[in-house]
């Protein structure tokens, strides 16, 4: 498949058809290629985990479903893989105090973002189009506040992992998107892109 066409097919499945499991191999691959996402001086500070089978139970255990909005939990539940993304900071701060980086100090004050989040992110949007591709359905969903240290302990996540979220993987059971309904229209470049200053029409130059 195109990755245009991928981009294009791809959103977010909460119905998955609990009798059809991740091929072995799909889900290699999509762990193999999940990891060429890019990462802040090829710090890779990330770590996935991946639920299959009964051992989704303990993270659904620990998940208080009656704090979720709308049903929609119900069907992601049918989903017979789970990976859960974490990130790591301090692979960072430790990867940024080499001599070949500015930041010997160690400190988190340095970073504008969380970039330890954000590449755990790019990562998990790769697996998001690589399900597409193997013709899989996906959902990136977070685990609410309330629930993290409960999902921490199910799962034996140490401390000094951040969850990002949780990728669902498996065969869609949906016949047409049961997401939020499509009363928000997908906001168009002429909106969201900007050119030379903020607010500047945006506008591609030519070669």
Request: include cysteine; aromatic fraction near 10%.
């Amino acid at each position: 498949m195109e990755l245009k066409d991928a981009i294009r097919k791809r959103r977010m499945i909460r119905k998955y058809d609990p009798d059809r499991q991740v091929p072995p191999e799909v889900l290699s691959e999509i762990a193999r290629l999940s990891l060429r996402a890019p990462s802040a001086g090829f710090s890779q500070g990330w770590d996935f985990l991946a639920l299959q089978g009964s051992e989704r139970d303990p993270f659904w255990a620990a998940m208080a479903s009656e704090n979720w909005p709308g049903s929609w939990l119900a069907g992601v539940r049918s989903a017979p893989t789970l990976i859960v993304c974490l990130s790591d900071k301090s692979t960072y701060l430790k990867r940024y105090q080499e001599k070949d980086k500015p930041f010997q100090d160690g400190e988190e004050k340095h970073w504008p973002v969380f970039y330890w989040d954000v590449d755990t992110g790019m990562a998990a949007m790769l697996m998001l189009l690589l399900a597409v591709d193997a013709d899989l359905g996906a959902l990136f969903f977070g685990v609410q506040v309330e629930d993290l240290p409960a999902v921490r302990s199910a799962l034996g996540i140490p401390q000094d992992r951040n969850i990002v979220g949780v990728v669902a993987l498996g065969y869609s059971a949906e016949e047409k998107s049961t997401g939020s309904p499509r009363k928000r229209a997908r906001r168009g470049v002429d909106e969201v892109f900007h050119s030379g200053r903020f607010g500047s029409p945006f506008s591609p130059q030519k070669p």
